[in-house]
């Protein structure tokens, strides 16, 4: 796909087909994805209808799902008998991809890809060749075949440059002979595949796009060339004579065109593909029986849940997973966007993509490739590439109007030089036919809407990968156009703007209730362990630090959100959580710390408090900065939280935020009405938090904005299942800044991109229609229209490579 007209063809034509669902398509990528929701065995003839009537050759890109596909190479004299062979356990479905190759589908859980292949080891497989990323391989092959029709299209037409421009030898006839037999060749063969996209957006989706106007150009030099050239033959020449070199060259540049624009836009995916993070090879460590230690490189496709690995010092980690022994500093820039090494040690996860320093590492596999923290933001920014900007709806109505607008230019350029010759230059008609005909084949060879197709998607490409590597993923383009035009922040308190690490300061067993003492801590420990907010976490690591295991004889355990966990054991209701939600902030050993500015938390056997726990957070060393460059531009600050009002008024007076724009003691539906009341006064909110009990705020926001609560991909995973709009992916609030200001480049370089379309359509069609006495563009140079309209567009996108926030 080149332009905007060959998306929304192809969008019409897959949103007509009954069987598909979910269709979402991307100019720059050259891709669309559905749900088929068919028979299987009917699918190929649908892609084919889908071919027939686009006129676009297609590239199946399946997803397995959950499961693993191995693409194994197989001899084919021994594939029918390898297809009939009993699965094991662990082997969903094993299909013939070629005469040589087949795909065993597989879930790792159960069954691993070495042990796969083991399996099998009758069948002689051998993995097939590492698959690409899915644009770059489309986009390699669309190069390939447009830089042969180039080529051939260059060197057809090199001989009618010579014939009809170099002083040769008065052989009329046999030059125009082999010019017609030459251009020809060109017209059929070269500008053959415009023919069948014009005609095929005509009538099957009720298009007029770019490929009609490079086939009403190149045919109309080309016809009225074959027409001079006959009556030449017949002895009655026409005055103007033929130009088959207009319609050669007219051709031959559109292709360089096309071949540039295509080179342009593959650079500019592959600069920002992330999936080239993840390496190919892995070396793994066994430890016999025996005590002997072997290592072993593997391709890193037969990576197995249970595996351990080997991170050489200065290498790339291959694959999520945990520190079994060593220790290191571990550059995550690429993967979280954090600047500064990050020391692990043994049980500290590390992730795929990064980059090990100094250490020598053993590291146990917790997710394979594929599924791993390269995969999953990778799978998130693709979301985001086939997302669609706000503006893309008026860009798509432009162009809708864009290409029947320049015809009726042409015509009417055409028209206007018939009566300028005739009545002004005193021309024969034939005279000023010839002439006024130039002029038209130039306005329609000249006009290009690519740019106007590509000034939206390609910068919205461009930005999702910068925000990757800056630890940043926004997973709709409308997230990444309208962040600008926020107004007001609203934040989570704990867990965003304070470190997330709650330390138990103090602990109290209180007298009462009917279970001894030590007993009682195991029944909290059973309780705060069902729950995964942050205060209760911490409650859990103090007591299992201090030796406690948690009870067996709670019962009925659950969290509730918001406000703590609860159970029962012997009849009895244990609750643990907030001292609001248990109507206990006026108890003696509760009150004292609330008023310290404490965050609590209280458990109570049948409405008898039995123990509370006081906690204590650190604010984030970047929050202060960042307010400051949030009051810089006028954006308005709120902080909500579950918390008692001391330990919220505490973390909210260190940063300066007034009274009023402060609520503590909030439910998850407190939050989301508080932004309703933003929202209904005009405010633009973005809503930033930690994903714990923030879900339903995240999605009120005009933009939720989920901050993983740790360097592990955990909390993009939750992110990208949740509600939220974007991802930090590090726990860093300087992400909010970098989205903004992200934001407002984009919107400047779309604005540019806009203004240079027009700019271009505009001077380009005057000079092309003659508007200019003296100056004026030759039709057989028109061609050069989608370099020069399409290149500054494609690298006004590309310097987002070199964007920088200033947080």
């Known amino acids: 796909m080149t332009c905007t007209g060959c998306e929304n063809k192809l969008i019409r034509v897959l949103k007509a087909q009954s069987l598909l669902t979910n269709v979402k398509t991307s100019l720059v990528l050259s891709r669309a994805e559905f749900d088929y929701i068919g028979e299987p065995e009917d699918l ?27 693409e194994l190479i197989i001899s084919p004299s021994l594939q029918e008998k390898f297809l009939h062979t009993q699965y094991p356990d662990g082997v969903q479905q094993v299909v013939k991809v070629r005469k040589n190759a087949v795909r065993v589908i597989h879930d790792p859980q159960v069954i691993g890809a070495r042990d796969v292949l083991l399996y099998y080891i009758d069948f002689s497989l051998i993995l097939a060749p590492e698959p690409q990323d899915p644009a770059l391989t489309a986009g390699a092959k669309h190069i390939r075949m447009l830089l042969a029709r180039t080529i051939v299209s260059s060197t057809l037409t090199i001989p009618v440059l010579v014939m009809a421009w170099a002083p040769l030898p008065s052989h009329p006839n046999a030059y125009a002979i082999a010019s017609l037999v030459l251009a020809s060749f060109v017209q059929i063969a070269i500008a053959g595949p415009f023919y069948g996209s014009a005609f095929k957006s005509l009538f099957f989706s009720g298009l007029v796009e770019t490929d009609l106007l490079i086939v009403l150009s190149t045919t109309t030099a080309y016809i009225y060339s074959v027409v001079a050239f006959a009556y030449a033959i017949i002895g009655r020449p026409l005055e103007g004579g033929s130009f088959f070199e207009t319609s050669t060259l007219l051709v031959t540049l559109i292709m360089f065109g096309q071949l540039a624009s295509a080179l342009a836009r593959q650079r500019a995916v592959a600069a920002i593909s992330l999936r080239s993070l993840q390496q190919p090879q892995a070396t793994l460590v066994y430890t016999h029986p025996d005590g002997r230690v072997t290592e072993e490189l593997v391709d890193a496709r037969l990576i197995q849940y249970g595996d351990t690995f080997r991170v050489l010092p200065d290498s790339v980690v291959i694959t999520d997973g945990v520190i079994l022994s060593g220790t290191s500093s571990i550059d995550e820039s690429m993967m979280t966007g954090e600047s500064l090494p990050v020391e692990k040690s043994v049980d500290s996860e590390v992730l795929a993509g ?84 130039t002029y038209a084949i130039a306005v329609l060879a000249i006009s290009c809407p690519c740019a106007i197709g590509l000034a939206v998607p390609m910068v919205v490409l461009m930005a999702s990968g910068v925000a990757a590597r800056l630890g940043l993923v926004f997973k709709a383009a409308t997230t990444i156009e309208s962040a600008r035009e926020i107004t007001h922040v609203v934040f989570d308190k704990t867990g965003t703007l304070t470190m ?49 295991t948690p009870s067996s004889k709670v019962d009925n355990l659950g969290e509730v959100t918001g406000k703590g966990a609860e159970g029962s054991m012997g009849g009895r209701s244990i609750r643990g959580g907030s001292a609001r939600w248990l109507g206990i902030e006026a108890h003696p050993s509760v009150q004292h710390l609330l008023a310290e500015g404490l965050t609590t938390f209280c458990v109570m056997d049948d409405n008898i408090l039995i123990a509370v726990y006081a906690l204590s957070d650190t604010i984030r060393p970047e929050a202060a900065s960042l307010f400051v460059s949030l009051r810089a531009r006028n954006i308005g600050i709120s902080v909500l939280s579950g918390d008692h009002a001391a330990a919220v008024d505490r973390v909210s007076s260190s940063l300066g935020i007034p009274s009023d724009c402060v609520r503590a003691g909030c439910l998850p539906a407190d939050k989301a009405v508080y932004i309703r009341e933003l929202q209904a006064k005009g405010a633009k909110v973005m809503f930033c938090g930690d994903g714990t009990n923030d879900s339903v705020a995240l999605a009120q926001a005009d933009i939720g904005v989920h901050m993983s609560s740790d360097a592990s991909s955990s909390g993009a995973g939750a992110a990208a299942s949740g509600a939220s709009d974007a991802v930090l992916l590090r726990p860093s609030l300087t992400g909010l800044m970098s989205l903004v200001e992200l934001s407002e480049a984009v919107h400047k370089r779309i604005i540019m991109n806009f203004l240079w379309a027009a700019i271009y359509n505009l001077v380009a069609i005057l000079f092309a229609g003659g508007a200019f006495v003296n100056a004026r563009i030759a039709p057989a140079y028109a061609g050069l229209g989608e370099i020069v309209s399409v290149l500054p567009v494609i690298l006004v996108a590309m310097q987002l490579k070199w964007f920088k926030a200033s947080v």
């Open 44 to 70: 190929q003839a649908l892609i084919q209808t889908i071919q027939k009537r686009t006129g676009f050759a297609t590239e199946r890109i399946e997803s397995a799902g959950t499961a693993h596909a191995l």
């Open 354 to 437: 990064s980059v090990n320093g100094p250490g020598n590492l053993l590291v146990k596999v917790t997710r394979l490739p594929g599924e791993n923290t390269i995969s999953e933001i990778a799978g998130m920014v693709d979301d985001a590439r086939f997302s669609r900007a706000r503006v893309q709806s008026i860009v798509d109505r432009v162009c809708a109007w864009f290409v029947p607008v320049v015809l009726a230019i042409a015509l009417i350029t055409f028209m206007i030089w018939i009566l300028i010759g005739v009545r002004v230059r005193k021309e024969n008609t034939g005279q000023a036919a010839v002439r006024a005909l």
């Open 500 to 548: 997330g690490h709650l330390e138990v300061v103090k602990a109290e067993i209180v007298d009462g209730g009917e279970t001894p003492e030590d007993e009682k801590r195991s029944v909290i420990l059973a309780l705060a362990s069902a729950s995964k907010h942050p205060v209760s976490r911490a409650v859990t690591i103090y007591l299992i630090s201090a030796g406690v």
